[in-house]
């Protein structure tokens, strides 16, 4: 009989649930917003993920739960998201020595060792400067959607300065810069380097060790990516699905869990 891991990740903002078999491959995938519940999102997700599959409960072997929510989860084993995420990248990046994360509410460098074992990590948790959030507030301001930032960025002819790191002082400088006439496509490349500039001053914590994989629903927006890689002045490598590397973690540690 098939046996399956279940990892589900609970972020801030979006809820993320991943199977893999038992040969350890991802067998499929689904995210959400987390809104008032996550733990109700992550629930639903999963009656969905095994309906499509043909699948039910009794056929997941061991779950392990990750991220902001994970311990309002039912699973087998809570684990950090930082050990999550190395995982997940170890999995797909077999010689990645630095993960970039930008999540919801957060952003992280995690430096690490071949396998995903973490050797150290710097983490911006007190504040949405240089994460998701940071991004849907400017958006907003724009009356723009988040996902068409990275393309609009890639627009822009003449970059405007948005010097705050503050989320609130920042928005005050978009809205300063779209009553001075700047075209939103500056307005954004602006944005989308402020995050990077938040990010790439993290990384002199950790250092950086290639090859560097960058993570994380941000990781979807290419104005931000491009702009990180300049500042950095290094390739970046982003998975096709950045949003759940660290959900896929979870599960292969679920694995794992059971083969001990």
């Known amino acids: 009989m098939n046996r399956y891991y279940l990892g589900v990740d609970i972020g801030s903002l979006t809820t993320k649930v991943v199977l893999v078999s038992t040969e350890g491959k991802p067998v499929a995938g689904a995210t959400g917003r987390s809104g008032y519940s996550g ?6 997700l999963t009656t969905e993920l095994l309906h499509k599959n043909n699948l039910d409960k009794r ?15 039912p699973a087998d ?5 930082i050990t999550c995420q190395a995982r997940g990248i170890a999995h797909l990046f077999g010689d990645a020595r630095t993960v970039i994360d930008i999540g919801g509410q957060d952003s992280k460098v995690i430096k ?27 958006a907003g301001a724009l009356e723009l ?25 920042a928005e005050s ?32 914590r950790t250092g950086l060790e290639l090859k560097i994989v960058f993570t994380g629903g941000v990781a979807r927006n290419s ?23 660290a959900a896929l973690g979870a599960a292969l540690i679920a694995k794992s869990m059971e083969a001990r």
Do not use: W
């Open 39 to 44: 733990r109700n999102v992550a629930e639903r």
């Open 59 to 73: 056929d997941i072997a061991a779950t392990v739960a990750t991220g902001y929510g994970r311990i309002t989860f």
């Open 77 to 81: 084993r809570e684990v950090s998201e």
């Open 112 to 138: 690490m060792l071949p396998g995903g074992k973490v050797v150290d990590f710097a983490m911006n948790d007190k504040c949405a400067a240089g994460t998701g959030r940071f991004l849907e507030v400017m």
């Open 145 to 169: 959607r988040v996902e068409d930032l990275g393309k609009l960025a890639a627009e822009a002819q003449e970059q405007c300065i948005i010097s705050s790191f503050c989320t609130v002082f």
């Open 173 to 204: 400088e978009v809205i300063s810069h779209v009553s001075a006439g700047a075209k939103k496509a500056d307005i954004v490349a602006g944005v989308c380097d402020s995050v990077a500039a938040r990010v790439a001053a993290m990384t002199s």
């Open 223 to 245: 104005g931000v990516t491009h702009a990180l890689a300049k500042q950095l002045g290094q390739q970046l490598f982003v998975p096709d699905e950045p949003e759940i590397t």
